[in-house]
């Protein structure tokens, strides 16, 4: 199979490499879109040493089932592999599974690739009215649906609902759709890339700002630098709430003195449980997210160069996806 392989720091590298090969429980699937994600660029750049080279990255994905009792299904993927019987898996709570494994990190290779595989219970069957593009976007949304579910449920029941999300890439947008879809209408976006906040405000009809100096009673970081956390902090409310998904710097940004005071809750929140995935799904298959149109589309092979453009900003859209050059047939 052709593969878009992780060489080494800013080096990708589109080539032959073992075929996908499915094990007990599981099955393959021929990829039709595949996303960026923003975990993929800090492997690219080098700054994720939990993914070396070489490796194939990538877990935003769709496709089709290929052999076995469900050939021919269409399906969005769930890439985070859970042992399904520990504390956290029984109740629910897969994301913390201590044993939890994701593609596109070791031992599993990710979807960049013509064929992924999974377990089947990983697996949502998209409806032939949904595009293998939109079906991908399950993932990242999922992400944003559980921090935002988490967020919303933590306000205190006199606050309004009313939020700010900080970035306006893909995780933010997915946020503000989350937020949305939730009964939470009152969002503005913090942007600082005047291209992609010109995007956000036209083709997505959001509420796009360089800065603000209000005060909200739920802010979510959805980039997780320090400098984005300072802002979370000076713009959270007295008794509001932030949620912390951004995973950019480890360190650093956080006023713990007035979060102390004001009584501000933080929440970290990594990935989603198994429900919130299916949640996810089933809201983009209703309609309840949107038209999902936030995106560009480009061929696998030139991975490498949709890479380069996201790193230097030259990108308006939040989402890139990639479509293996041999998926056109796939629908």
């Known amino acids: 199979m052709k593969a878009l392989v992780y060489t080494g720091a800013e080096s990708l590298a589109y080539r032959d490499a073992p075929d996908a090969i499915a094990g007990d ?17 800090h492997a690219y750049l080098g700054h994720d040493n939990r993914r070396p080279a070489p490796l194939i990255l990538g877990h935003e994905a769709a496709g089709v089932i290929t052999g076995g009792p469900r050939d021919g299904e269409r399906v969005t993927v769930n890439p985070l592999v859970t042992c399904g019987v520990c504390p956290a898996c029984e109740s629910g709570r897969e994301n913390l599974c201590p044993d939890r494994q994701i593609i596109s990190m070791p ?38 649906w559980h921090g935002v579910r988490l967020g919303l449920g933590a306000l205190h029941e006199a606050d309004a609902r009313r939020a700010l999300v ?40 959001f509420d796009a700002v360089a800065e603000t100096t209000e005060a909200y009673p739920l802010v979510i970081d959805a980039v997780g630098f320090a400098v984005t956390r300072a802002n979370a902090s000076a713009r959270a409310a007295p008794g509001g709430v932030i949620v912390h998904i951004g995973l950019g710097e480890d360190t ?14 933080f929440i970290g929140t ?11 799904a089933q809201a983009m298959f209703d309609g309840r997210l949107g038209p999902l149109d936030w995106t560009e589309t480009r061929p696998l092979s030139q ?26 047939d796939l629908k």
């Open 25 to 41: 429980g599981e099955v393959a699937i021929r990829v039709g879109a595949v996303g960026i994600c923003g975990s993929d660029m």
């Open 107 to 144: 031992p599993r290779e990710g979807a960049f690739a013509d064929i992924v595989t999974m377990p089947e219970r990983n697996l949502v069957r998209v409806p032939d009215y949904v595009s293998l593009e939109k079906a991908a976007l399950a993932e990242p949304i999922a992400v944003s």
């Open 166 to 205: 900080i970035g306006g890439g893909a995780i933010g947008v997915a946020a503000v759709l989350s937020l949305r879809a939730m009964g939470c209408d009152d969002v503005t976006v913090i942007e600082p890339n005047p291209t992609r906040r010109a995007y956000l405000s036209d083709n997505c009809g």
């Open 252 to 265: 650093g940004g956080l006023d713990i003195r007035r979060m102390t005071l004001q009584e501000i809750t």
């Open 270 to 280: 990594y990935t989603y449980t198994a429900q919130d995935f299916r949640d996810t």
């Open 303 to 328: 991975g490498a160069d949709a890479f380069a453009d996201i790193r230097s900003g030259r990108t308006a859209a939040p989402k890139i996806l990639l479509k293996p050059d041999g998926s056109g």
